[in-house]
């Protein structure tokens, strides 16, 4: 039987009743260092990881020493509330049997249920996983939505998995996480490599164990309880938090030049509104190539093209462009929509963009984002600016557990009003501690939940 085991170890075990779920009770400190593994193709992946939890836990240190937090409680809101690791175990189409390793991290439960997608990625890392899911904590906190944070994955290529090779993985896997997640305990989404059908198959299994729930997971197919609106949520509230951000400095999105990284769902939306609203996309670039056009990019023909050929490469509307030399075009505004840690302390100087919205999770290395703050570069934290996607998932859940359902029109407009309030209230925090927006972002987050946290009596 081949087994497909993650780059490394978990940290001490124990075994739990639950169906072969490891509980690891007793997190230690992770050291912030990079991990350097001798295996070609590692390394990148453990870089970007270990930067993510090192951004993510120096952020959280600074805003619990702005709010003065006591040491206590501070090292009490790091520590996640549960890590889960399976083992999956599936028969291949060829009968061959092989085995993956998933995982699920609970962070903090303090305002709710806990919240946070599931990837299916050959190199989930658990320490980037834990990362992912202490930033959920503080992103649900900063929109004002009533979850805390989790996040989860299995170590697999999807692309070298057929459908039915798919759906078998995702039904064991649920089968042994099924008692640790819930319509009010820990509600999963999609995430990297994973999509609605993913959902459906969670949610159908899930449901011969606890009766039809279609509020356990979101961002499903319409047909199943998903939401009008989910598929553009991330995208949409990615530029209504742009226009929120504008407005502060008597800007607006039409007229300004845009450069987009990444053309997937995210950043497809993104140029899509931004292109509605009169902006200006001069680049875009995905995993296929890049194209730029100082005249603006026909945005509706280049959607067409990409669908058409699954490239952005010998579109007729602009010229092609190194996708090196993206990050650094000359632009008004710079949206990172792919992968954590493109913008670093190596290209971090030569940024010509006087905003950058971070509509992807950890963009900006910690090196990169003192270099981009002295330069004057305004940063749109991605702890708030890719919330659109949550927030429009806490409605799915909201519609599901109600059984009434939504319109597209209430959808946008109750997340344009949540995406607005929420910059308003790290502007109030931003003025209240003298700190930047990631900061402003931050304090108002951690400052939530250690509230909840004391209100329920976190020494008890």
């Not at 919240?115 to 050959?122: A, S, T, V």
């Not at 979101?218 to 929120?244: F, M, Q």
């Not at 319109?407 to 929420?422: C, I, S």
């Amino acid at each position: 039987m081949e087994r497909m085991k993650p780059p490394r170890n978990l940290r001490t075990e124990r075994q739990n009743n639950s169906k072969n779920a490891t509980i690891i009770c007793a997190p230690t400190v992770v050291s912030l260092d990079l991990f350097v593994i001798p295996v070609s193709g590692f390394f990148f992946f453990f870089e970007v990881a270990m930067n993510a939890l090192a951004g993510t836990s120096r952020n959280f240190r600074l805003a619990s020493r702005l709010l003065g937090l006591d040491s206590k409680l501070e090292k009490s809101l790091l520590i996640p509330f549960r890590e889960i690791k399976v083992e999956c175990t599936i028969p291949k189409d060829d009968g061959t049997l092989v085995s993956y390793v998933g995982f699920r991290i609970q962070h903090d439960n303090a305002r709710g249920p806990m919240k946070g997608g599931i990837r299916y990625h050959p190199e989930v890392d658990p320490d980037e996983v834990n990362a992912l899911a202490q930033l959920m904590t503080w992103k649900t906190a900063v929109a004002d939505i009533p979850y805390g944070g989790a996040k989860g994955g299995i170590g697999c290529s999807p692309r070298e998995l057929s459908k039915s090779e798919l759906e078998r993985l995702t039904r064991v896997f649920t089968q042994k996480i099924h008692d640790l997640i819930g319509i009010h305990t820990d509600v999963p989404a999609p995430d990297m490599g994973t999509n609605a059908q993913t959902m459906a198959w969670i949610l159908d299994e899930y449901s011969k164990f606890h009766g039809h729930s279609p509020a356990v997971v979101t961002g499903k197919p319409i047909d199943l309880g998903g939401s009008l609106g989910r598929e553009a949520a991330t995208g949409r509230g990615v530029v209504y938090a742009t226009e929120a951000l504008l407005a502060e400095y008597w800007k607006a999105v039409k007229g300004l030049t845009f450069v987009i990284q990444g053309f997937g769902n995210v950043g497809s939306w993104v140029a899509r509104l931004i292109h509605e609203r009169g902006g200006k996309v001069i680049a875009v670039s995905d995993v296929t190539g890049a194209v730029k056009n100082p005249n603006g990019i026909d945005i509706p023909e280049l959607l067409k093209y990409k669908e058409a050929t699954g490239s952005l490469n010998g579109f007729s509307g602009g010229d092609s462009l190194d996708p090196n030399e993206l990050l650094v075009h000359e632009c008004d505004v710079l949206v990172p929509c792919a992968l954590g840690g493109v913008i670093n302390k190596e290209n971090a100087a030569d940024v010509k963009a006087k905003f950058i919205i971070e509509a992807a999770n950890h963009p900006t290395d910690p090196e990169a984002d003192e270099i981009l703050s002295k330069k004057g570069v305004i940063m749109l934290p991605d702890i708030y600016a890719n919330a659109g996607g949550v927030t429009v998932s806490y409605f799915e859940w909201v519609q599901n557990i109600q059984g009434f359902m939504w319109d597209e029109d209430k959808v946008n407009k109750e997340l344009k009003r949540y995406m607005t309030q929420a910059f308003h209230n790290i502007k109030t925090m931003c003025q209240t501690h003298q700190c930047n927006l990631r900061m402003g972002a931050f304090t108002l987050g951690v400052n939530r939940v250690a509230r909840a946290t004391l209100l329920r009596g976190w020494e008890a």
